[in-house]
């Protein structure tokens, strides 16, 4: 069986957790807040994860506060599997990512940091993107800011 170990996300793990939804909460706050939302539609968001597995790391949510697939209505899974699309496209164009890991951990076992708040995360990959870093110095190296991120990719989806 192979691992695939993510030392960096403990930050995540270990970090206060807020009182409130941040997927709800982030729509709210606007620039400068410290949320990247890239795309805030009238059914669903996309924005920035604070903790990335790889540079331009996406979360994509609906904007109404549900927990599972079942509970999305209609519109709700249309707009996420379109916004899966626009992110995607969003991200070659400005990043040339050689490949992406697109899904959901819905609920604590799978692996949810936000469990009531159904999510969608969209990864880019690079060919040779982990290295020896996060394995013998717990540190995940990522090649931009999450501003710098966040402002190469806002004008794409400004577009839509």
């Known amino acids: 069986m192979n691992r695939i170990w993510s030392p960096w996300r403990s930050e995540y793990i270990g970090a206060d957790k807020p009182q409130t939804c941040i997927l709800c909460d982030a729509p709210s706050k606007g620039p400068g807040s410290g949320f990247h939302v890239l795309f805030d539609g009238s059914v669903s968001l996309v924005m920035l994860n ?3 597995y790889t540079g331009g790391h996406l979360m994509i949510a609906p904007l109404r506060h549900v927990a599972n697939l079942e509970e999305l209505s209609p519109e709700e ?7 899966m699309r626009v992110s995607t496209a969003a991200l070659t164009s400005a990043f040339k990512p050689d490949g992406f890991n697109v899904g959901m951990n819905i609920g604590t ?9 159904i999510h969608m ?8 993107d982990t290295n020896f870093m996060p394995v013998l110095s717990d540190t995940k190296v990522l090649s931009q800011h999450l501003d710098e991120t966040f402002k190469r ?4 989806f400004e577009r839509i």
Do not use: C, M, N, T
């Not at 899974?77 to 916004?83: G, H, P, T, V």
């Not at 076992?109 to 708040?117: F, L, N, V, W």
């Not at 990719?153 to 794409?156: G, Q």
């Open 109 to 117: 076992a799978a692996g949810a940091g936000i469990d009531d708040h």
């Open 121 to 128: 995360h969209v990864v880019p990959r690079w060919e040779g």
């Open 153 to 156: 990719l806002k004008p794409l």
């Open 77 to 83: 899974s249309i707009d996420l599997f379109r916004l």
């Open 50 to 52: 604070k903790y990335p």
